[in-house]
């Protein structure tokens, strides 16, 4: 071999050599740098910005919306103690007015009218009450002149009531034959008594026979005026009372598949010849009871003129005095219980008015049982329900926020009505019952929907610094501090206090360092991420966003 072979063999070896140490030094290393290597990088900081944002703690529950004040309407047997249902002008959707008919019983209208006293009795002249009073009160609402609104039903009130019926297209309650004969007899009883004081208080009549005739004649002549008064009355009501029973009998006698026309024809007539039988009687009793006055009077004038009161005093005659002044009374007391009247059938009250009619559950031609109309108030409610925690903190009054994403409804209302013991109403046996009245009103779409109510408790009442509740921890003095980053890869705690806490935010002061809008605060660690100069992670918290 020769010397340059030689050579070229050495550097190579050298070479190899060179590179085997080579890489087993970059695959040999020691425990520290090892160590070194394997250790977790720094983490990165997780942060949000510092906010200006007003705060509010508020108690969110679900409310249905519905019309306030459900009433349903019963009907009594008429005063003949019939119950089947001839006419029911109103239907489902109808607006129910004051003295509006809402149904009729054996040909009787049932009138409604405003009051919160439900009827309990018949009205009639002489009665006094707070019932009495309510019906004045609507008569004056629709009208009607009942002269003092008194809660005495006298002459005035009775002209109102018989108004009402009028105008209604029904003959009122008059009296009856029992009532009629008992004033008969009241007016006799006057008329006897005052003839036994004549007989006992005489005094020798210097009376002429001509004058004595003409005085007996007069009475004749009345008495034949009263009788043919009542001769034309029964003439004259004969054909209006014939054709008023044969628009009864029509009415009656309609099929139950008669149309709408057939029936409001049928009514019509019934009506018209029922108010025309009121007037012609009306006019007829007045021309009677003229003609009674008049046989009245004459009978005085003549016993007057026969018997001049005597001057003694005896006791018979006193006993005949006690006796007319006695008659008189019972005159009086007749004349006043004789009269319109408004029978407890016919007479609905209900607490407000309009109301709108709901459903109709009965038909004409039924004997209906319990309620027969289902009516609503004009205004709308919603019904809800609070914990007895929330109770606790809300008050009528307050106002609310009513909202349903779907309907787009964002309105305001305000608690009407909380109840003071749990389980009333449609609340369950652990809530209180909430209702809540819209400031303005509410689509129609939101009727028996279920909407979402916020009730705000307690707010900043403007903006203020604020940090998600993450962002604050505990100071080692016991009070609370957050950590803001820099940005130049340094952090610093803040000692702060802290406010009103919603929606997962806090309200924030610092008490040491700075803190303003924008600053930058720690509320976690991400430590899969390796930690740089100023790197920081936006949260993807929607709460530390302000959604």
């Known amino acids: 071999m020769n010397r340059r072979a030689l050579l070229a063999g050495v550097a190579g070896v050298s070479i190899l050599s060179a590179g085997i140490g080579w890489f087993f030094g970059q695959s040999i290393k020691s425990p520290a740098e090892i160590a070194a290597q394997t250790a977790a990088p720094d983490p990165s900081l997780i942060t949000v910005p510092v906010e200006l944002r007003e705060l509010a703690s508020r108690v969110v529950v679900r409310g249905t919306v519905t019309s306030s004040e459900v009433t349903t309407i019963s009907v009594s047997p008429s005063t003949d103690g019939s119950s089947i249902i001839t006419r029911l002008p109103k239907a489902a959707g109808d607006t129910l007015n004051e003295g509006d008919v809402v149904a009729e019983v054996a040909g009787r209208p049932v009138i409604v009218l405003q009051g919160d006293l439900p009827v309990f009795r018949s009205l009639g002249p002489s009665m006094e009450g707070p019932d009495v ?33 009028r105008d ?11 009532e009629t004969d008992a004033l008969a007899r009241a007016r006799t009883r006057v008329r006897d008594a005052q003839n036994a004081i004549n007989d006992l208080a005489t005094t020798p009549s210097s009376l002429s026979e001509s004058e004595r005739l003409r005085l007996t004649q007069a009475i004749n002549q009345q008495q034949a005026a009263l009788d043919a008064a009542a001769t034309e009355r029964a003439s004259v009501l004969a054909e209006p009372a014939a054709e008023a029973a044969a628009a009864k009998a029509a009415v009656d006698a309609l099929a139950s598949d008669a149309t709408p026309e057939e029936r409001q024809a049928a009514d019509q007539r019934l009506a018209d010849a029922n108010y025309v039988l009121w007037v012609l009687t009306a006019e007829q009793n007045k021309l009677v009871e003229a003609a009674q006055l008049e046989l009245d009077i004459a009978y005085a004038t003549r016993n007057e003129a026969i018997n001049p009161p005597a001057t003694s005093n005896n006791s018979a005659l006193a006993s ?17 219980t004789t009269g319109v009247s408004f029978p407890t059938s016919e007479l609905v009250f209900v607490p407000t008015l309009p109301r709108e009619v709901q459903s109709v559950s ?23 329900s609070v914990s007895a925690t929330d109770r606790r903190l809300l008050k009528e009054g307050l106002e609310v926020l009513v909202e349903d994403d779907g309907l787009g409804i964002s309105q305001k209302a305000t608690i009407s009505f909380l109840a003071d013991s749990p389980g009333t109403g449609t609340a369950t046996e652990s809530k209180y019952e909430m209702n809540l009245t819209p400031i303005e009103p509410l689509p129609e779409e939101a009727f028996n929907q279920s909407l979402r109510v916020t009730i705000p408790i307690s707010t900043t009442g403007g903006e203020v610094l604020a940090v998600p509740l993450a962002a604050v921890s505990a100071a080692a003095n016991g009070g609370a501090r957050v950590e803001v980053d820099r940005g130049d890869g340094t952090t610093e705690l803040v000692d702060v206090s802290t406010g009103l806490a919603a929606d997962g935010y806090v309200e924030v002061t610092p008490l040491s360092g700075s803190l303003s809008k924008g600053d930058r605060v720690v509320v976690g660690r991400d430590l899969g991420q390796p930690a740089s100069a100023g790197d920081t992670t936006e949260s993807t918290d929607p709460e530390a966003e302000g959604g």
Not at 136 to 145: F, I
Not at 320 to 336: I, P
Not at 371 to 379: Q, W
């Open 362 to 384: 009965t038909e004409v031609g039924s004997s209906p049982q319990g309620p027969i109309i289902t009516t609503t108030g004009s205004s709308t409610v919603i019904e809800s």
């Open 133 to 165: 009073t309510q019906l004045e009160q609507s008569l004056v609402r629709l009208g009607y002149d009942v002269g003092t609104v008194d809660g005495v039903y006298d002459a005035a009130l009775a002209d109102a009531v018989n108004a009402l019926y």
């Open 168 to 178: 209604a297209g029904y003959r009122a309650n008059e009296p009856t034959t029992e």
């Open 320 to 336: 005949a005095r006690d006796e007319l002044a006695a008659a008189k009374a019972d005159l009086e007391r007749t004349l006043s």
